[in-house]
């Protein structure tokens, strides 16, 4: 899964998300529940938390790899994050697809800090909007895995 790949360990290396021999020990074969857990412990903010609702207009600080991606007939990208506690759809700004140009495709790995939270109605589904001030790293498919 996108968790063992190089962008998702560079990322979390990088967030301190994950101590090294901890990425080890899950790309070796380690449970789901224990990457869950050791994410949750390390990470203030996890996708699971933005679902439930515990922050409200803005995500402070998101950790995901791009699931999928879909460009949208209006320039801009329609893509679900993930991370180890769920996943949730984003829009990405056409200027934010202009600046980073090939490298937010499936497996690519994100920061982004204060991404607005958009509510389709009450106690419905959550998504994210990505302008180009919110990604804060970018990791691409070609990230070698750290050492």
């Known amino acids: 899964g996108h968790f063992h790949c190089a962008p998702w360990v560079a990322l ?9 021999q901890q990425h080890r020990a ?3 074969g380690g449970s789901t529940l ?12 996890a ?22 991606a879909t460009k949208a007939s209006d320039a801009n990208l329609v893509v679900t994050l ?8 984003a829009v990405v700004h056409q200027q934010a697809l202009f600046e980073h140009a090939g490298d937010l495709v499936t497996g690519a790995a ?9 509510v389709s109605g009450p106690g419905t589904q959550r998504a994210l909007n990505i302008h180009p001030d919110n990604i804060m790293a970018v990791f691409p498919v070609s990230t ?3 050492s």
Do not use: N, Y
Not at 12 to 20: G, R
């Open 12 to 20: 979390c290396e990088a967030l301190h998300i994950l101590l090294p």
């Open 26 to 28: 899950a790309a070796a």
């Open 34 to 45: 224990c990457a869950e857990s050791r994410f949750r412990q390390s990470f203030p903010c």
């Open 47 to 68: 996708i699971a938390d933005v679902l439930a609702g515990r922050h409200d207009l803005r995500a402070p600080l998101i950790a995901a790899v791009i699931d999928t």
């Open 82 to 89: 993930a991370d180890p506690t769920g996943k949730i759809q």
């Open 110 to 118: 994100l920061a982004l800090r204060r991404a607005a939270i958009w």
């Open 144 to 146: 070698p895995m750290p």
